[in-house]
């Protein structure tokens, strides 16, 4: 009886050390893909941009943002955040030009793989113009 | 009570309206009883249909579209009816970083239905029922403006649908009658070209029906297909995601009729969708339905 206690005990052992393990030596990655817009677009005075992507992580991920940047007035003209632990994050939005004047535009995405601050980062750049 | 015998067992479990909403997934079915032409009926619908949008198999958003109805039914003469809704629509998509709720009145729609064949045994009961409806919805409700990026969440199309109804009942035993409805909807475009696909669908539900307690009961589970065509812009097929694809569901309506009063349930799950590409998949559906019943007056 001692002896089954004894092996119980060591086997559980060995799958917490082993779960515990795996857990610190695989750093989480994750897979930015910005759909549209891409690189160089135009973005026609009173048109919608279309801001469309996905982001797969390797593990769980710890959320999102999503920052649209005037770099003409380095004004920042749509944001948005999403906080909850996933393990892939999805988005779609819009955004209308209505800048006044012809700007360079950069849209970031930046995703947080931990609480630690390590992040992984993916932008385009494209024209709004008048 | 006397009238149940001569209510038959025809439940009327799909309307002639598939609505664009989402791009014209969901039925839009108003509910209830298709009497042997012996009531009015007036009465309120309640419903709640949810969505979900996928970018590469991943949600990036979820959409809840709840309505509410008036409805309406008058029979003219013993095998004309005419039947008649205006909806109030509250819809909402919640997406990861936003989200956007539109309301307001939804596109009013009356359909004339035409009694073809109308068998009864000698209790007066139904054993065979055939009839033919025609309608039409009129883009009366807030629709959405031409740039809108939201267009499936407005009450109102912004077009005309023209339907046409042909339902067949026939009875099986004393309570059990077998129902099939199929339906085709042809869509109009909007003022700014956009054009929603034409909508089919075909429905087979068994109904069941017996006296419980001071009323009677009636029960419908079936299977229902909807196939809905492509959207085209200015008469040119819309690139990319154009609302073509199909939706194959179960769903169950449990009525119950006291005193004039018809209460009604519906619920139908879908068991196997493609739409849009499979960005878009319609969740469950549930509705509720109260109408009261207006006994005509007879002139035999």
């Given at each position: 009886m001692k002896a089954t206690i004894y092996i119980i005990t060591f086997t559980l052992g060995i799958l917490f050390v082993g779960t515990s393990c795996e857990k610190h030596s695989e750093p989480i990655t994750a897979t930015l893909t910005?759909?549209?817009?891409?690189?160089?677009d135009t973005v026609m005075a009173g048109e919608a941009l279309h801001m469309h992507g996905t982001v797969v992580g390797s593990g769980e991920l710890h959320g999102y943002s999503l920052t649209l940047t005037n770099?003409?007035?380095?004004?920042?003209v749509f944001s948005g955040s999403n906080a909850t632990h996933q393990t892939s994050y999805a988005f779609d939005e819009h955004w209308v030009n209505m800048e006044g004047a012809t700007s360079n535009m950069k849209l970031s995405l930046i995703v947080n793989?931990?609480?630690?601050g390590n992040t992984t980062t993916k932008s385009v750049e494209f024209v709004a113009a008048q | 009570m006397k009238f149940m015998n001569m209510?038959?067992?025809?439940?009327?479990?799909?309307?002639a309206w598939s609505c664009d909403v989402c791009g014209g997934v969901s039925g839009n079915a108003s509910i209830g009883l298709l009497a042997s032409t012996q009531f009015h009926t007036i009465g309120i619908k309640s419903s709640l249909n949810t969505y979900r949008s996928y970018l590469n198999g991943i949600v990036h958003s979820r959409e809840y579209i709840a309505q509410g109805e008036v409805i309406a039914r008058w029979q003219p003469h013993a095998r004309w009816q005419i039947s008649a809704n205006i909806p109030y629509q509250v819809g909402r998509q919640k997406r990861d970083l936003g989200s956007d709720f539109i309301q307001g009145l939804g596109d009013p729609r009356i359909l004339v239905n035409h009694v073809l064949v109308h068998h009864k045994d000698s209790n007066q009961a139904t054993r065979n029922f055939l009839s033919l409806g025609l309608g039409i919805k009129a883009p009366w409700g807030r629709r959405a403006p031409?740039?809108?990026?939201?267009?499936?969440?407005?009450?109102?199309?912004?077009a005309w649908n023209f339907s046409t109804v042909l339902l067949f009942t026939k009875r099986l035993t004393e309570h059990v009658s077998l129902q099939q409805e199929g339906i085709y909807t042809y869509k109009m475009r909007d003022a700014s070209g956009y054009r929603y696909g034409n909508t089919y669908s075909y429905a087979v539900t068994v109904v069941w029906n017996k006296s419980l307690g001071i009323g009677r009961l009636l029960v419908g589970p079936g299977l229902q297909l909807e196939r809905f065509g492509a959207s085209t812009e200015d008469g040119l097929p819309v690139s990319g995601y154009n609302n073509q694809g199909f939706v194959f569901e179960s769903q169950v309506s449990v009525n119950y009729l006291s005193y004039n009063w018809l209460w009604g349930l519906n619920v139908i799950q879908p068991l196997q969708q493609n739409f849009n590409q499979g960005s878009m998949k319609q969740g469950i559906r549930v509705s509720c339905t109260l109408s009261y019943l207006i006994t005509k007056n007879s002139k035999k």
């Open positions: 910005l759909l549209e817009p891409q690189a160089g770099l003409t007035t380095n004004q920042v793989l931990d609480h630690e | 209510f038959g067992i025809v439940l009327w479990t799909f309307s031409a740039s809108s990026m939201i267009r499936n969440l407005y009450p109102s199309t912004g």
